[in-house]
């Protein structure tokens, strides 16, 4: 059946239509550009993070692997690759290091053996490109063009002699030089920046160097789910029965970081979509109603519903190819400056240059995804304007009346404002969910910014805002730099609070198992174990001087003692320490867990720069506190470092050699105090310091980049709902024209029927913000976790969320009024007339 | 830093919700006080007199002063009600004096016409006939209109059947329309109004009585019952001489009577009489008529509680 | 006593090169308690009269006095106070505030007053109205009579110094129409309420006790239906 040709004139009166209603258009456009450009931004961006994560470790390894097992045996090569969640796995070994090439001194160039799977598929893969083939011969080598280039080779051929100086890393050869002439079998470009070269199968066996040689040999492996977590890890490491020093060298962090953004990104592009949604519905859902008449009229005149739904959907359409190209555009344009930034935000592991920025396909995702948005939008409304039947049409007045079931004799203005808050239920559903949303995000955005404050990081990563070190303190010939005179000076500038001194000196300690005999056994147990237990202690034994087994005599004064015993919850004697009856003992690895038994045990030692060389002496330790309560930087050997008062120091060593001190100032951050603090050092060379200001210096760029940013998505997603409510309260506000003008006439003044809005406003802002805490702060805190590298404590920005809370309550009451006054000054008599059409 | 500022701001904004909320109860208690007196102001205006507590509040100093004003305005009040009284009894004094004389008169006019006298001597019996007959009239007539001062109507409106009203009225007028050979057309309803069933009937009687006075002879009068949502209509339709447009205000005024109408009795009261019952019980009356074509009365009766 | 007067009250509008004189110099007066209609066809100039009256809207020039008050002068917040307190409406489509219910509605200028209503008072309004079943229904559940009868009785809630209809049983039937012009009558009657009502129609118009005639903004005739003079 061949229909009557009216898709034309349908066209259009479709089109009389949207050209009638600019504003209407104009803020439908906005919407869905702001839409657009907010999916787009966020999808560029989780594609970005993930491209990025994934390139990152190729790039740094020069090798495309996930996981990677030192020191392999063939067993458990044997048993990895048979392993169902394993793809597969490669060999490589370093084997040797080139010294020289010719003349030229080279820096730590390291050779490789790689077998062939790890170079076909796991190196390959990784690089930018290469010529030639993979070393076959005993002469071939193949190094990286960073390489040659370092070599003064910057145009290789194949075939060129190489003569080098070199040494194998086998155990035993103790670096004896070998020279060798090699022959360039290849050469390649990798992101690794780092001098390798790979040598042939047969090169390697001379060497000597085997595979399960101590940090010489790896296996490369390839999982099939590069997503693999902790339990996986164990997991295999529980199957190979691995040997002491063997670890499986995993970025368990990375994964699940990665996990957390991804979840992070997940949920705000929901919340966009949402309210992108809401928005795009409501705009449309208000502008129909107010022209639910018009459309009747239509139907009157005999449009059917098919017709009238398609015009919608038209209207809808042109918005869209108006809004969406913006909004890419926008959004391209933003994610090439922005993204590296942010990325470099969430994880600071990343440089600019590691980012690899989105590709088309995003952006098409983001328009397609826009364009489903509105379209969703539109259905609810075009059923209404295909349903509405042309008598009703032309009474329609967008309310819903309820029953009244109970006897209520209310009628106050409080009371009405109460009422008309919920009279459109969907309306007021809409209005909260995007004022919800919006302060939520806000909510998440304070915090991060919050915790990414590089003064409050600094204030509590940092115990002094400038230290001075000795850099002579280990040397034979050390220097008494930091003199009392200098440290006096210091003192006596205005800007400075306290100076704490740190003296340190050598000190011998007999082999006392009873003391530190379990510290010693968990030590050599651990990974980053010194050698072989019985063989060192006996050396201990015999040789307690020697340099790899004493450690240093710590003195703190009383301003470090006060630091010290807060770190571990004041539990020392302030007088016993101060009298030299007690000390504190120093594990010698920060992550050594327990106190192995050593409080409460004497300990005897003897200091060979002290007064009396030969005495020997004992004091109780009260204490084994972890490296990071230690006040002194530099390290001695394996035995625990003991920390003293400065008097005790002093009755033993006579004159303390002071190897730093930590400044504070009165105002942290205080430029006119540092530079004072410096100038009393001048330019000593052998004086390095570090400073809290120059710190945050540096954080401060980032910090500000965050604020910036995490404030711009926050603010474009409070526009939509601050929008929203205008858009909302606009239409309300028409829509209840008359009834306002009724209540005018009755007596309601201005000055009351502003109240009224008032109280709905403030009313519309409450609810939502309860409910957005209710939702915002637990979400934020998972943020929070998500997002803490500096490992600081969690605390609820108060100051920034009240602001936000009194800046929604504000706009809240204001916008109404705003409207109100803009909107409702025609005589009572026209109003009333006129009814819902203004 | 910081903290403090959060500090001092938190102390200041606790001291206006505190400085905000102590002048909400003063504001408060000020009201109330305001809508006590308002309160006792609206029941001095109904007359009430209101109990006084005897100390020294200065509600009660308010109290005792409106009940004085009371008291006052119920005097002058007391004062004209003693007058009315007066007059009240005064008319009632005159018109029994005055009956028995006037009595009399009739009878012994009466009892001359029975004599046997000569032509003139008749014609002068015949007319001291008439005029006592017609001071018979105009005294009953006085003492009614003495009852139609408005204070002296007191109506007791309550849940009547209006078939009833109905019934007694066009009883008071049966005989007259017989007289006249008049037909009496009563379309019942079963309906409820409330009404002072006495006045009521005594206005629908008057009403009545001026239909049948003014209707010709040998004509209908039609008395129906119209039902609408909140009145019940007493409708009486004659197809009597009616009224002319200028008058239909007028007659219900007190002691009007049309030029048209002068050749019948009639004090002119019966109309102001209805209407007087009527708007005391929460109705009112129309009148729609054409000279020479009839008069239709409507008397619309509350059916609500009055 | 004249609870309203207008001295010489004119009304203009200036539609591009057209004047519409709506009103051209009304002099107008009304009496405590009485009920006046007034009638004429449309564009008379009538309902432009009632709502210079109500101080709806504003003349061009002359004067009206409300209850002694010049309104004619007054700001717009005061006017509506004095609206509020001293002047009562009843419109042709009942405009009522349909998410209250019929309580509520009436008292709502009470409320908007901050005063307590006074409820003997209101419950009175209610029975005589016939409202007392209906009285917590909302207006969406009314007939057209019954929602003007809530009118009314909102009107009469403040004890107005006068109570303005405009057209008021323009969308009722004649029954209806009957009922409420009757129960207008009555309860002015009963408490002594002054009522202004504007109609086309003659036949209502005779439920008033006087009748003004408008034409073109002037008045040309009409008078008591009870033979008291003009003043």
Known sequence: ?838 | MDRYIVLVAVILAGCVIVCVLLKRYYQNRMEAVYQVMLQKLDKAIRGEVQDTVYDESMEAAVVERLNRVVQISGMNQGRAEQERDMIKSLISDVSHQVRTPVTNIMLYAGLLQEQDLDRDSMRLADKIQKQSDKLDFFMKELVKSSYAEQEMIAIHPEKTCVEEILNTACQMVELAAIKKKINIVLEEMGAYCFADKKWTTEALGNVLDNAVKYSPENSNITVSVILYESFVCIQVKDQGIGIREEEQGMVFERFYRSKDVSSEPGFGIGLYLAREVLSKQNGYVKIKSEIGKGTTVQLYLSRYEV | MNILTTENLKKHYDMGEIQVKALDGINLFVREGEFLAIVGTSGSGKSTLLHMLGGLDIPTSGRVVVDGKDISKMAKDELTIFRRRKIGFVFQNYNLLPLMNVYENIVLPIKLDGLKPDQDYVEQIITLLGLKEKKYAMPGQLSGGQQQRVALARALATKPAIILADEPTGNLDSRTSQDVLGLMKTTGQRFGQTIVMITHNDEIAQMAERIIRLEDGKICGGGDRYAESEE
Not at chain 1, 595 to 618: M, Q, V, W
Not at chain 1, 636 to 642: H, R, V
Not at chain 1, 765 to 770: D, G, M, N, R
Request: charged share 25%.
């Open chain 1, 1 to 838: 059946m061949l229909k009557v040709k009216n898709k034309k004139v349908v066209s259009e009166i479709a089109r009389t239509t949207y050209r009638a209603n600019k504003k209407r258009n104009f803020l439908m456009v906005f919407a869905i550009f702001l839409t657009t450009f907010l999916i787009a931004i966020v999808l560029a961006l989780g594609v970005s993070y993930w491209n990025t994560v994934s390139e990152r470790q190729i790039r740094m390894q020069g090798m495309d692997y996930d996981i990677e097992l030192s020191e392999p045996r063939d067993d458990q090569i044997e048993k990895i690759r048979s392993m169902d969640n394993v793809e597969y796995v490669g060999v490589a070994v370093k084997c040797a290091m080139i010294e020289q090439y010719q003349d030229k001194s080279l820096d730590k160039t390291r050779l490789y053996w790689l077998d062939e799977t790890c170079w076909e598929r796991q190196t390959i893969p990784a690089l930018e490109g290469y010529e030639g083939k993979y070393p076959q011969d005993e002469n071939e080598i193949m190094l990286s063009k960073y390489t040659l280039k370092a070599m003064g080779i910057p145009k290789p051929e194949i075939g060129m002699k190489l003569p080098v100086t070199y040494f194998t890393l086998e155990e035993s050869s103790d670096e004896e030089l070998l020279k060798k002439e090699f022959t360039l079998c290849g050469w390649y470009t990798d992101y690794s920046g780092s001098h390798r070269g790979y040598v042939s199968k047969d090169f390697f066996g001379k060497t000597g160097v085997k595979q399960t040689d101590f940090t010489q040999g790896a296996l490369k492996i390839t999982l099939k789910n590069p997503l693999y977590s902790e339990k996986d890890i164990t997991a295999m490491q529980n199957e190979i029965n691995m040997d002491q020093n063997q670890y499986i060298d995993a970025d368990t962090d990375t994964i699940s970081n990665f996990c957390k953004i991804v979840i992070g990104l997940v949920v705000m592009l929901l919340m966009i979509f949402v309210s992108g949604y809401l928005f795009i519905y409501n705009t449309l859902y208000i502008s129909v109603s107010k022209d639910i008449r018009y459309y009747g009229q239509l139907k009157t005149v005999g449009m059917t519903s098919v017709q009238l739904k398609r015009m919608v959907y038209q209207q809808a359409v042109w918005n869209a190819v108006a809004g969406i190209p913006l909004g890419l555009a926008a959004a391209f344009m933003i994610a090439k400056i922005v993204i590296p930034q942010l990325l470099q935000i969430i994880n600071p592991v990343f440089s600019a240059s590691d980012v690899v920025s989105a590709k088309i396909w995003v952006f098409l995702t983001a328009g397609c995804f826009a364009f489903f948005t509105n379209w969703i939008s539109c259905q609810k409304p075009a059923k209404m304007v295909g349903e509405c039947s042309p008598i009703e049409a032309l009474r329609y007045t967008a309310c819903t009346c309820r029953k009244n079931n109970y006897k209520r004799e209310g009628g106050g203005v409080y009371s009405m404002a109460l009422q008309n808050m919920f009279r459109d239920k969907k309306q007021a559903v809409v209005i909260l969910t995007s004022f919800t949303i919006a302060i939520s995000i806000f909510l998440v955005v304070n915090v991060i910014i919050h915790e990414n404050d590089a003064k409050r990081i600094l204030n509590e990563t940092y115990t002094y805002d400038m230290q001075f070190k000795n850099e002579t303190t280990l040397d034979d010939d050390k220097k008494q730099i930091i003199t009392e005179d200098r440290i006096s000076q210091i003192e006596q500038i205005n800007g400075v609070k306290n100076v704490r001194k740190v003296t340190s000196a050598e000190v011998v300690v007999p082999y006392q198992e009873e003391v530190y005999g379990e510290y010693y056994k968990e030590l050599y147990q651990s990974r980053y174990s010194p050698g072989n237990y019985e063989e060192d202690m006996e050396l201990y034994q015999k040789e307690p001087e020697n340099a790899y087994f004493t450690s240093r005599f710590i003195s703190v004064d009383e301003e470090g003692f006060g630091l010290l015993n807060e770190s571990i919850g004041n539990t020392l004697d302030k007088k016993a320490f101060e009298d030299g009856k007690i000390a504190v003992a120093v594990k010698f690895l920060s992550f050594m867990e327990g106190d192995y038994g050593i409080p409460g045990k004497t300990i005897r030692f003897s200091l060979p720069d002290g007064k009396e060389p030969a005495e020997e002496y004992s004091i109780q330790i009260a204490a084994a506190v972890d490296n990071r309560s230690n006040p002194a930087v530099f390290a001695g050997g394996i035995t625990p470092d003991l920390i003293v008062s400065e008097k005790y120091a002093k009755k033993l060593m006579g004159e303390l050699f002071t190897e730093l001190i930590d400044v504070q100032y009165e105002d942290a951050f205080s430029k006119g105090t540092e530079e004072k603090v410096k100038a009393v050092f001048g330019d000593e060379q052998q004086i390095s310091h570090e400073s809290k200001l120059e710190r945050y210096a540096d954080m401060k760029n980032s910090e500000t980049t965050v604020k910036v940013l995490g404030n711009s998505i926050g603010f474009i997603i409070a526009m939509l709902a601050v929008l929203n409510y205008l858009n909302m309260m606009a239409a309300g506000v028409q829509n209840r024209s008359k009834e306002f003008a009724t209540l005018e006439s009755i007596g309601m003044t201005t000055k009351q029927a502003k109240k009224m809005l008032r109280m709905e406003g403030i009313g519309y802002a409450v609810i939502s913000t309860i409910i957005s805490f209710i939702v915002g702060l637990p979400i934020s805190y998972a943020v929070f976790d998500a997002m803490n590298l500096y490992r600081i404590s969690f605390s609820v920005p108060w100051g920034s969320n009240l602001i936000l809370l009194g800046v929604t309550l504000v706009l809240c009451m204001v916008v109404p009024v705003f409207i109100y006054q803009k909107t409702q000054n025609a005589s009572i008599i026209k109003r009333l007339q006129n009814g819902d059409t203004i």
